[in-house]
Structure formats: structure tokens, C-alpha cells
């Protein structure tokens, strides 16, 4: 830091509070005195690993994870209904807990894991192939939102009840009223799992 030089409390280390005019000056520093840490990132940019996918993207402090999902990184299967947490059409999971990227602040997203229904696809997981066979869509538009659900319900429980599964994805809503497939239908990928995993 230059001698009587006004720092902007933007290029704090985080590591000692020392303050920096330019976050090239704070980079300089942490490489010097702070080794084995991490490099911090510019205010407003954050790392996102999307599918396994590493994304470092700025972002403004009102966007939310929705908008960078969708509109930034151009994963369309994250849909949005309502915009305000009531339809889970949004659902994506972010470690490990399914979450409504349309109430998430992308900037409090900072290094998070996060699924979506591409990933889900990619990876081949069983839900897929039983969702098509039960024909637990109409539109569609509800559907990775159901998906990213139940994977995150049979990532923490293999071999859930009718009622649990019922439960798990009672915060996801179809206006095509497709609901009495969506059951059978995650039972049957679980099923798929299990067999999988006795193999
Ligand atoms: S769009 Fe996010 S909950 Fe409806
Ligand atoms: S299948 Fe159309 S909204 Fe669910």
C-alpha cells in the first residue's frame, strides 16, 4: 500500500485486513506474505462449479443465481414459473440440498457445487429414463425442477415410501396436473439405484 494512499475497503486481504489502493497491489501481497492461501477474487466476482464445470463471472449484488444459471451460463433446463419461491420450477441442488435458485443471491453462492437437470442428464442418472416411461410430463416446463428434487431425495435417501417421495416434492407444482406419475416414477429410478449398486 503506497504511503498516505486512501484504500478502498474493496481490496482488503482477506487473510490479515490490510487495505490496497488496486486489487493487482492485494494479489502482489497475498502472494508474498500469505503463500499457501488462496488468491482472492475482484468484489463482485464469484466462482460457481456448475456440472463439475468451474465458472469464475462477475456479478451484480441484486442478480440472482437463476439469472446467472440461465441467463449467464445459458443452462435453460432451470425454469422459472413464479420468481418468488412458490412453484419450484427453479430447483437446483447446491450442495447436496435442493435449493430455488430464483431466491438465491448468486453473489452468497460463492464456491458452491451446484447440479442441474443438464447434469443430471449427462451423468445418465435412472430418473430420467423412468420419468419418460411414466410419462410424468406434459409441457415439460415442471419437469427438471421435479428431476433436480428427486435427485436430491435419492442422493440422501435410497429407498424412500410412496409418502416420503410425496413430501420431498411438495414444494414442486405442475399445472398440467401430472402428479400421481411423479412417485411412481422415482420409486422406479430408486429401484434402478439399488440394483445398480448390488452389482
Ligand atoms: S421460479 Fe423459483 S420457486 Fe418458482
Ligand atoms: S408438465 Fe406442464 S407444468 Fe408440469
Not at 425442477?145 to 436430491?152: E, L, N, Y
Not at 410425496?166 to 439399488?194: D, F, I, S, W
Amino acid at each position: 500500500m503506497k504511503e498516505g494512499s486512501k484504500a478502498t475497503p474493496l481490496n482488503l486481504c482477506p487473510y490479515c485486513t490490510a487495505a490496497f489502493d488496486t486489487f493487482e497491489e492485494l494479489k502482489t501481497h497475498v502472494v508474498s506474505v500469505h503463500k499457501t492461501e488462496p488468491l482472492p477474487k475482484p468484489a463482485g466476482w464469484i466462482a460457481l462449479t456448475v456440472n463439475g464445470q468451474v465458472h469464475e463471472l462477475k456479478v451484480e449484488p441484486e442478480w440472482t443465481l437463476y439469472q446467472v444459471i440461465h441467463d449467464r451460463l445459458g443452462l435453460m433446463g432451470v425454469k422459472m414459473f413464479c420468481d418468488r419461491g412458490a412453484c419450484g420450477s427453479c430447483t437446483v441442488i447446491m450442495d447436496g440440498r435442493p435449493i430455488l435458485a430464483c431466491m438465491s443471491l448468486a453473489i452468497e453462492c460463492d464456491g458452491k457445487h451446484i447440479q442441474t437437470a443438464e447434469g443430471i442428464a449427462e451423468a445418465k442418472h435412472p430418473l430420467v429414463e423412468s420419468y419418460i416411461k411414466h410419462h410424468t410430463m406434459q409441457c415439460g416446463y415442471c419437469t427438471p425442477g421435479f428431476i433436480t428434487t428427486a435427485k436430491a431425495l435419492l442422493d440422501r435417501n435410497p429407498d424412500p415410501t410412496v409418502e416420503e417421495v410425496m413430501e420431498a416434492l411438495g414444494g414442486n407444482l405442475c399445472r398440467c396436473g401430472t402428479y400421481p406419475q411423479h412417485p411412481k416414477a422415482v420409486l422406479e429410478a430408486a429401484q434402478t439405484l439399488r440394483e445398480e449398486g448390488s452389482k
